[in-house]
């Protein structure tokens, strides 16, 4: 499984969304299900999938699907 396919099912299964909902638009907020539980249902997703530790201020700014892309490259996961 690539680092993309994995950033894509982290997302679908964290929020229980079809592949088809992954854009640039998908926002923290614009989802139901991506609220303050789900957002930090979504870092713990992340941190497993890819062996990291987000620092707080990378919780905090991630705020979107595309903001995640920018925000895994600090930690050297290539999207």
């Known amino acids: 499984m ?3 396919e994995k950033y894509d099912k982290a997302f679908i ?3 229980s ?3 088809s909902d992954l854009n ?3 926002a923290y907020n614009e ?3 991506w ?3 789900g957002h930090m249902s979504m870092v713990a997703a992340l941190e497993d999938a890819f062996g990291i530790a987000l620092e707080t201020d990378d919780i905090i700014n991630f705020s979107s699907y ?3 892309f920018e925000l895994l490259a600090k930690y050297g996961v290539a999207l």
């Open 17 to 19: 969304l079809k592949a």
């Open 66 to 68: 595309k903001k995640g």
């Open 13 to 15: 299964e964290t929020f």
């Open 24 to 26: 640039d638009t998908l």
């Open 31 to 33: 989802n139901p299900a």
């Open 35 to 37: 609220d303050s539980i």
């Open 2 to 4: 690539t680092n993309k």
